[in-house]
């Protein structure tokens, strides 16, 4: 057992929440992107898009996160591609988030009214302008709540990420109270730390939805 202060413990986990952010981040700001992708792809009607999109969605949706961080760290391995586990968690997590963001923004997007849609049309608007100045600014306000909704669940979904090995807050955790023995300690300090991390998130959600519904 080692001897380990309330300072060592919190301080250690504070470094390790670092990654924690970092990962969260990532996978945010990548789903995002690839999300969009999506959705403009899905929205546009391209030939096979919509039957892709789908079929993406539903396969991410409809299997559980850490049976994909199992494949992104291991099924990778069985094609010669070697993965850390931080590159392996970021993509895992890339593509969950992804498939989740596409599914909330295209609901968004098909809130906004039809005669919106039709008065950009008869304004010999492209589709791509029809997006962004017509359709996406009025989603985005439905949109905000959702969103950020969202990235709570992404942050403590980045605790999965320590069954592949990768050092995050939960890991951390862990490892401290193999080495204390004093886990209600730790894991009450851990518990902390992901409310710290997430309430202002949600907070700050419920601000922007109320300051965008008084401007609306």
Known sequence: ?????????????????????????????????????????????????????????????????????????????????????WVSAALALTLYTSAFLCEIWRGCVASVPKGQWEAAQSLALSFAEQLRYVVLPQATRIAIAPTVGFLVQVIKGTALASVIGFVELTKAGTMITNATFQPFLVYSCVALMYFALCFPVSLTARRLERKLNAVR
């Open 1 to 85: 057992m080692v001897d380990f202060s309330l300072w060592d413990i919190l301080r250690n986990l504070l470094l390790a929440a670092r990654w924690t952010v970092a990962l969260s981040l990532v996978a945010f700001i990548g789903g995002g992107l690839v999300g969009m992708a999506l959705l403009v792809a899905r929205t546009a009607r391209w030939p096979g898009a919509e039957t892709f999109v789908s079929g993406y969605v539903q396969l991410f949706q409809g299997t559980p996160l850490l049976m994909q961080l199992f494949l992104a760290y291991f099924g990778l391995a069985l094609f010669g591609v070697d993965t850390s586990a």
